[in-house]
């Protein structure tokens, strides 16, 4: 009797732990989960049974809206009003962690209601990602992806191999979260790819003069580890070592470096999963970082004429060197204009006053709207 006391009393007490350990877990997750804090309010016509609850709902609703506005700015929340509305805003509930009614009042034919919200920023941003969103926000960024420089490109042996297919798998990650990728082969000659081969700065150069705002540089290396016998055939197992790296060719800044390194294997799955991995975890890198930076910075179109394409280049690099510019892209250059959209954190007369500064070679400014400016080389 005694002994099954013990037992039942053990299997309490492993339940019990397993209980606890489960709530610990949840709660930890809970408190991990980053939310925004907002202070909203929501109206809703009055005496109405559910005028209360409208109100309430309204206000829900506004402090999501809000909280969707720390990610991206609000004028491209009001061009996307259809996605923003049907993807994000028609599930309110499911972003608000919890709420509080401050105060509510029914005055003049209308219920109103503030509450203070904590909504739920990760789950938001997600589905903003899912979107599209945050894609457009950056006017579907236009990427390149190359194999890394190497100081032995030819090396292709048993105990060594380069496995370059695996830049495909890289490009079909990015384009499956709508980045527009910039094909190397069509825009870069393999004159000038092989002048670059073994230089990341000039590799940054040639993907930026074709407007490639980013630049993935991949490699994906197997190393041979031994044989393997298996039902009378004999197979070469390989380690693999997979490396990634995202460059704004704009800055020439990395704003994602990784590494990886795949199961030793007969087969090219592990380069190919840990490729897609990595291409991953670059793609959440990328967005956190534009997240973080957005109403930082404004895009603004400058146009310089009446410029050859060496004053250019030396104009662009005054521009990329100016204080306050985060990024520089040239869209184009034709008929002695050239055109860049400059990411710059400041009012358009401030970026003028700065452009204003230029010597050899300098600008004329000739015209300037809110996010437009015209110059002239001089």
């Known amino acids: ?189 393999k004159q000038n790819l092989a002048k670059a081969t073994g230089n990341t700065d000039k590799l940054v150069a040639l993907a930026r003069d074709t407007g490639a705002e980013l630049l993935v540089l991949s490699d994906a290396t197997r190393y041979y580890e031994r044989d393997l ?13 997979i490396q990634l790296r995202v460059i704004e060719t704009g800055t020439g800044k990395v704003i994602y470096s990784g590494s990886q390194q795949g199961e030793p294997s007969a087969s090219m799955d592990p380069v190919y999963d840990a490729s897609r991995e990595l291409a991953n975890a670059a793609i959440e890198s990328i967005l956190q970082k534009w997240s973080s930076d957005v109403n930082n910075a404004t895009t603004y179109k400058l146009t310089i004429a009446k410029v050859n394409f060496d004053t250019l280049e030396k104009l662009e690099k005054q521009i990329r060197d100016t204080s306050g510019v985060d990024n520089l892209f040239r869209r184009a250059f034709d008929s002695g204009q050239g055109r860049f959209d400059v990411e710059f954190r400041g009012s358009a007369d401030d970026l003028i006053k700065k452009l204003k500064n230029f010597s050899s070679p300098g600008l004329s400014i000739t015209g300037m709207s809110q996010q437009t400016i015209e110059a002239v080389a001089r």
Do not use: W
């Open 1 to 189: 009797m005694g002994k099954r006391n013990n037992t039942n009393f053990l299997s309490l007490f492993i339940c019990l732990f397993t209980l606890s350990a489960s709530f610990l877990c949840i709660s930890t997750a809970q408190a991990e989960e980053k939310t925004e804090t907002v202070i909203t309010t929501g109206v809703a016509m009055a005496g109405q049974p559910d005028s209360r609850r409208n109100a309430i709902e309204d206000a829900m609703r506004n402090a999501v809206e809000e909280a969707m506005g720390t990610i991206v700015n609000v004028e491209l929340l009001v061009e996307n009003k259809t996605i923003v509305n049907e993807k994000i805003l028609s599930q309110t509930k499911g972003y608000i962690q919890k709420y509080n009614v401050n105060s509510e009042e029914e005055k003049g034919g209308l219920y109103r209601v503030q509450i203070e919200a904590k909504v739920k920023l990760g789950k938001v941003r997600n589905d903003m990602e899912a979107a599209g969103l945050l894609m457009k926000r950056k006017q579907m960024p236009r990427l390149m992806v190359m194999t890394m420089p190497r100081t032995d490109p030819q090396v292709v042996s048993p105990g060594k191999q380069y496995v370059d297919s695996a830049t495909g798998i890289v490009e079909e990650e990015f384009l499956k979260k709508k980045f527009s990728m910039v094909d190397v082969n069509q825009h870069i000659s």
């Open 229 to 241: 016998q298996l039902y009378g055939s004999t197979y070469q197992i390989y380690r693999s070592d």
